[in-house]
Every structure is written in C-alpha cells, then in structure tokens.
C-alpha cells in the first residue's frame, strides 16, 4: 500500500489551508486538545470502462487511531484528444473491505446478503480535471478502500493501433486529522469534562475489554458556563461505510441522559463525541461516566482435552458419537445445562488453517459437530485480521443432526457478526451488535440446512453465535441439545466461479484480491446470472463456424499446390491446422477442446496468420526471398510485415513493368478475374476484423473473416511460372511399373 508523506509534507500547511483542516495547535495540557494533521497518497491509475470486477481500479488506505476528520481529495482528469468525450466516473467507499459493487444490475450467488455500496460520480464534461472532495467525520480507524471505474463497456472487440482510446485517469488523496491527546474515560469513574465552545466538539475513548455484555454510558450534571442549562448532543461509535450505525443522543436541562449498548466491539477502543447545541459561545462542564457488564465465558473444550482425545483416539480407547465428539448420556447433558446457567457463552476452540492465498479454512477441535443450547449461546471465533483476508468470500454452512434435536417445534438460531458477537439471540432473536448488522441463519428439523456468503468481508474477528429456541417458551428447551455441523472456510472466488466463469487474483500493490471473469453470456458476481447465457447449442454452434470456417484454406492451398507454391501451401496448412485448434480452445462454454496449452495455440495462430498475408503478398510480388516481423497483438503486428512486403511487390511490379515497356501484371483478365475479387474480399475481411467485431457477434465475424481471407488467397495467388510444368494427374498408372523421368536425358526409362 503506497502510502506516506516524504517531501510533500514541506506543502502540507498550504494543503491543510486550501482544504479547511485545522492546523496543529494548543498542547496537550489545559482545555485546548493537541491535532495533528497526515496525508497519505497513491498513483494515479488509468480507468476501464465496466464488464467485470477487475475493471475497477481499487485504492487501499489505512485510517490512523484517533482520527476525528477524514478528507478524501478525488481527482479524475481525461485525455485531449478528439476521441474524448464527456464521461462518468463512478466512486465507492467502503470500510475494513474492498466495495462490493453491481453496477451491471446482476445477480448475486444464491445465499449472499449483500448491502448497497456507498458511491458518488464525478461527471467529466468540457472541463479536463474534476476535483472532488469527500469529508467523514468521526471515522473507523483501520482499513478503508476505494474503487473508481468508468460506465459499462461497450463490447466492441478493438485491434491495437486501428484506434486510439482515450484515456482517462484518477487518483484519490486522503487527508486526515487526528487529535493527538484524546482523553481516556475510565470504567466507574465520573470524569468531567469540558467543551469551550460550540466550533470545538468534545471527543474521548474508552476502551471496551473482551467479553464485555453491555456497556452503560451516563451524562450527568451538564451546565454551562453562564449557570443555564446545557444542550448537547452524544455521538457514540465511528462511521463506517456503506453503513453506519452511530448511536445518538440529545441530552437538554439539568437532567441526567443515559444510553446501554449490548454486543460492543471487543477489544477496541469506542469513540465519544459530545457537541454542544447551544448558540451563545459559552463553554459546558459535564461529568461521564462509564460502567461494563461481563460475560463469563464458558468453555466446552480446551486444547489439553483435545491432545487428550487425540491420543485417546489414537489408542483405540473410549468410543466416540458423531463427527468425533465423546458421546453423551442423558445424566451428562442434563449435567451440562445445569452448569450453562452460571456461564453467558459457550466457547469452541476453533482453528485457522491457511491453505493459500485468500484461502482459509477453520477447524474446530472437537470436530464440525458442536453442541448447541438455549441457555446460553454456543460461540465460534473466526479470525479474519491478517490485512489478507477481505478479499475473499467467507463461507459458512451449518447443518443440524436431526435426531440429536428432541423438541420438535426448537429452532437453532444463528447469527454471523464481525467485531463482536450476538449474545442474546434467545430474547431479541435480532441479529445486529451495537454498530454492525449480521448476517442470520436457522435450521431445525423442517430446514436442516443453512449456509452464508459474505462477499469480502471486513477484516476484523468474525463471531458465529448459535442457540436453541422453543416457540413454545424457553423452559421446555432448558434441558434440550441441538447437535450442528459447521463447515465455515475463505475461498477467493465462490464456487470457483462455476463452470462458466474463471478466478483471477488481483493485486493493488501488496494487497490482493479476488473476482470472477464471466464468459458464454454468463454474468453476476459468482458467474450464476444465467439472463443472458448462451445455451449449449448456440456454444456448440460457435465452436463449429469458428473452426469449420478454416476449411476455406483448402481451396488456397489447392491452388498453391497445383502453381508449385508448396512453401505457400505449406504456411496455408499450418495456418489453417492452428487457427482451427486454436478457436477450439479458446470458446467460453463446454463446447472447448485443447490439443496444447492455450498461449501456445495463440501465438501459433496469430503468427500463422501473418506469415499467410506475408508469403501471399511475396508471392505476388515474385521475389524468392521472405523477410520476417514480430509481435502477437497489435496493429502493426499485421500491418508492419504487410505494409513492408506491399512496398516489396509494388517495386517489383514496378520493375517488371519498366523492363517490358506495360502494365504488370499485364493481362486485363488477370485483374478481373483474379486481382480485383481477391482484393475486394481482403478489403472486406479487414473491415469486419478490424471495426465490425464485438463480444457478441464474434463467432459470426470471425468466422466470416476466416472464409474472407482465405478466399482472398486463392485469387491473389500469380499464376505457376512458365518454365514449370503442371502436374502429370493425367498419367495414369496401367501396371505395376513406375514412370520416372531422367532430366538429364530427356528420355524415360521403364524400371
């Protein structure tokens, strides 16, 4: 991640004045608070224009602790030249992952919750540069992303060098304001506090402890300076985007506020900001005070029990229930349910196996079966926190034993959280913590399965809560067990993007990502959007003309053959052999078959293809010697060789014609018959090539410029020379006996 100041910092004074922060004042004693001002910035890059998630152009940047005021400065610049025209450039932000982003309106994987990205456009019009500006305030400190692309392609397919695309470039600056000296509220004890005026908002911490239940916050004793009573307004929690979920309240008069939160993010620090609502320029004292409720955990294994079981295992001893676990007896289960009444959670010590890039998966330590009561509720850690982890899809599946589950009518319920966990599913059956949104599941006797997609997930600790719940009422669920099987895992692409789709990891700098490239009409984020799918015989069918459509050449080579242009023939044959393979493997469907590695295939086809319209034009040009280019793609790939052999035969035509005193060639039949239709159809096949191809009608223009090109050939082939005979097909064999001929005789001889 390209971040940092370096020399730009000498001009940060003059930035932070034309941007409006504040620049570094007071210290960090009395009433005035310590800021400081950073800016971070990333290069440039040059956008695409929208067909799949790789066209989106990512910037990665890490908000510093304490930040009170973020400042995104976005600047989108266009090109000069006439092919430039107006343009939209579409922004997301999102924090702790990369924008989940559908600007093509397609379909999501079956299963996956996903919430719409916050975004805003930047319309390039008669201006060159647009510069934007984005303010936050009170940002979640940790990983912010931002991902830039320009309106939906087009689908032309464009040759290299026939056009010159215009270009269109953006950049995004973060600037940011954090205050250096930011008081520290302690559990228990009122502080006061001061805010000197209206401008200058209050901001203090508190740091919330692992299993924390609930948090109590309480303003108290609020006045202002001038002994009236106070206004103010209390911010709790740090915008995050898409969603944001800031708990406000206005506190008026001398009367104590107040405000509980349950399911807090554990182990970070919670940010407070308290603004005054009053409109004299007067200063307001208040005292704060914060007190938490703890959760006793309880833990259902350890990883002593677990060496314990292993070896156990490993001698044979002991019998096992399902997935591994100890099984239990009634006398047993009734015995732990007793013992979950002093305990607000269950523990199951989970493992995090690394496989690959973006790709993780969890073990539990007891096996993918886990107890489940109504009691108190069972609790998975799934650590997301490497930095690498958010480009991926997190996968949860849950899978309940039904005849584990005595009551009938109970549903196991679970909620997958990030930062902190659900722990009172049994009550509120509400999936949300005090600043994120869950993602719920079920599964009970009628339902046994449930399963989750979380498209890059935020990197932090993600929590998977699970308890029992009787529609009847909790007590007759009070000595039940649910038996579930959880498979969670982080996989770049879901499914691998099916059969229709291909992976491919990204990479913005250091951070990678993961996204699906859609092919035979299919589309959507997983490659499930089957709207506008090709259908296995419209793929077959293509596969067919774009590879039958090479069998034109045979008419060429005939022609090479029969005029004694066997090198010719031979380039023709090789072209023909390789383009015909070559568009067997690159199809998009099922209908692909590859005799060699795809690169392979390309350059054989893609060379053969130029060396053809090379030895063609030689050929016409009746020079003896062939000169040779270079490159696979572009333009010039063609053009280069093309251009220069055309210069070689218009000289030779030339000479040809000065030595005998007219036109060359010089029969009119020769250009009726043979030069103008060869060329006609040449013209034409590099039309449809270069301007008239697009994603959609390829397998028919492609195919087309097959049949083109190689009819092309046949005409533009010269005549066999003169002192050639022709070949002897009319010398047929009567015996067994060979016809040869002796050259230097002139005689022949029966052997």
């Known amino acids: 991640m390209a971040q940092g100041a370096g020399p730009g910092l000498r001009l940060l004074p003059v930035l932070l004045q034309l941007l409006?922060?504040?620049?570094?004042?007071?210290?960090?004693?009395?009433?005035?608070?310590?800021?400081?001002?950073?800016?971070?910035?990333?290069?440039?890059?040059?956008?695409?224009?929208?067909?799949?998630?790789?066209?989106?152009?990512?910037?990665?940047?890490?908000?510093?602790?304490?930040t009170v005021l973020l400042r995104w400065l976005l600047q989108a610049s266009r090109g000069k030249e006439p092919e430039c025209t107006s343009m939209e450039v579409t922004v997301h932000f999102r924090y702790g992952a990369p924008p989940v982003i559908n600007p093509l309106g397609t379909q999501f994987p079956a299963n996956a919750t996903v919430h719409p990205s916050y975004n805003i456009s930047i319309t390039l019009s008669s201006a060159v540069q647009n510069t934007t500006f984005v303010n936050v305030t009170s940002p979640a400190a940790g990983d912010w992303f931002i991902a830039a692309h320009l309106p939906e392609a087009a689908g032309r397919i464009?040759?290299?060098?026939?056009?010159?695309?215009?270009?269109?470039?953006?950049?995004?600056d973060m600037f940011v304001l954090r205050l250096a000296d930011m008081p520290v509220l302690e559990p228990g004890v009122a502080m006061p506090q001061t805010i000197i005026s209206p401008a200058k908002p209050l901001h203090v911490k508190v740091f919330v402890p692992k299993y924390t239940a609930r948090m109590w916050f309480e303003l108290r004793s609020c006045v202002t300076s001038e002994q009236k009573a106070c206004s103010v307004r209390v911010v709790l929690g740090s915008i995050t985007l898409p969603q944001s979920f800031q708990k406000i309240i206005t506190c008026t008069g001398n009367v104590n506020c107040s405000l509980g939160l349950d399911s807090l993010p554990w182990e970070k620090w919670l940010q407070i900001m308290v603004e005054s609502l009053g409109t004299a320029n007067a200063s307001v004292f208040m005292e704060m005070l914060t007190s938490f409720t703890d959760c006793r955990p309880g833990s259902t294994s350890s990883f002593l029990n677990f060496s314990l079981n292993q070896s156990q295992a490993g001698s044979g001893a002991g019998s096992t229930g399902t997935a591994g676990s100890p099984t239990q007896s009634t006398g047993t289960a009734l015995r732990n349910a007793s013992e979950q009444r002093s305990f607000c959670l269950q523990n199951q010590p989970v493992v995090r196996e690394d496989l690959d890039v973006v790709s993780v998966r969890y073990r539990l330590l007891n096996g993918p079966t886990v107890p489940v009561y109504s009691i108190s509720p069972t609790l998975l850690l799934l650590n997301l926190k490497t930095g690498m982890d958010s480009g991926g899809s997190?996968?949860?599946?849950?899978?309940?034993?039904?005849?584990?589950?005595?009551?009938?009518?109970?549903?196991?319920?679970?909620?997958?959280?990030?930062?902190?966990?659900?722990?009172?599913?049994?009550?509120?059956?509400?999936?949300?913590?005090?600043?994120?949104?869950?993602?719920?599941?079920?599964?009970?006797?009628?339902?046994?399965?449930?399963?989750?997609?979380?498209?890059?997930?935020?990197?932090?600790?993600?929590?998977?809560?699970?308890?029992?719940?009787?529609?009847?009422?909790?007590?007759?669920?009070?000595?039940?067990?649910?038996?579930?099987?959880?498979?969670?895992?982080?996989?770049?692409c879901f499914n691998d993007c099916g059969p229709y789709g291909q992976c491919s990891?990204?990479?913005?700098?250091?951070?990678?990502?993961?996204?699906?490239?859609?092919?035979?009409?299919?589309?959507?984020?997983?490659?499930?959007?089957?709207?506008?799918?090709?259908?296995?015989?419209?793929?077959?069918?293509?596969?067919?003309?774009?590879?039958?459509?090479?069998?034109?050449?045979?008419?060429?080579?005939?022609?090479?053959?029969?005029?004694?242009?066997?090198?010719?023939?031979?380039?023709?044959?090789?072209?023909?052999?390789?383009?015909?393979?070559?568009?067997?493997c690159d199809q998009p469907g099922v209908a692909v078959m590859c005799i060699m590695d795809y690169d392979t295939l390309q350059y054989c086809d893609f060379l053969g293809s130029v060396v053809s319209i090379w030895v063609t034009i030689l050929c016409m040009s009746r020079v003896k010697k062939i000169l040779k280019y270079l490159d696979r793609r572009g333009v010039w790939n063609m053009m280069g060789p093309c251009l220069f052999a055309l210069v070689i035969m218009i000289a030779a035509w030339v000479y040809h014609g000065v030595k005998r005193r007219h036109c060359y060639p010089s029969s009119w039949k020769r250009w009726v018959f043979y030069l103008l239709p060869g060329i006609t159809l040449a013209f034409i096949a590099i039309s449809v090539y270069a301007f008239m191809e697009t994603n959609e009608n390829y397998y028919y223009t492609h195919s087309i410029w097959h049949v083109l090109v190689a009819g092309s050939v046949a005409f533009l082939l010269p005549p066999r020379d003169k002192h050639k005979k022709p070949w002897a097909w009319s010398q047929k064999l009567t015996c067994r006996y060979q016809i040869c001929q002796n050259d230097r005789e002139e005689l022949y001889a029966v052997t």
């Open 158 to 172: 464009e040759v290299k060098g026939f056009s010159t695309p215009c270009t269109y470039m953006f950049q995004a």
């Open 505 to 584: 990891l990204l990479r913005r700098h250091g951070y990678l990502y993961a996204g699906c490239s859609c092919k035979a009409g299919w589309s959507g984020w997983s490659c499930t959007d089957d709207t506008k799918a090709q259908s296995v015989g419209a793929q077959n069918l293509a596969t067919l003309l774009l590879t039958l459509s090479n069998l034109m050449f045979l008419p060429a080579i005939a022609v090479a053959v029969y005029r004694y242009y066997l090198v010719e023939a031979s380039v023709y044959t090789y072209t023909m052999f390789f383009s015909t393979f070559y568009h067997a």
């Open 394 to 492: 997190l996968v949860v599946n849950l899978l309940l034993n039904k005849t584990s589950l005595s009551q009938a009518n109970a549903t196991v319920v679970a909620c997958l959280s990030a930062a902190s966990p659900v722990l009172s599913l049994n009550t509120t059956r509400k999936c949300s913590t005090a600043f994120f949104q869950g993602y719920p599941l079920s599964v009970s006797t009628s339902s046994a399965e449930a399963m989750v997609i979380v498209l890059y997930p935020q990197t932090d600790d993600w929590f998977l809560s699970l308890q029992l719940i009787c529609t009847k009422g909790q007590g007759e669920c009070n000595t039940a067990e649910a038996k579930v099987t959880i498979i969670a895992y982080l996989t770049p």
């Open 20 to 66: 409006g922060l504040p620049a570094a004042h007071g210290n960090s004693t009395g009433s005035d608070s310590l800021y400081v001002s950073e800016y971070f910035s990333q290069s440039a890059q040059k956008l695409s224009f929208y067909s799949w998630y790789g066209n989106a152009k990512v910037f990665h940047f890490r908000v510093p602790e304490d």
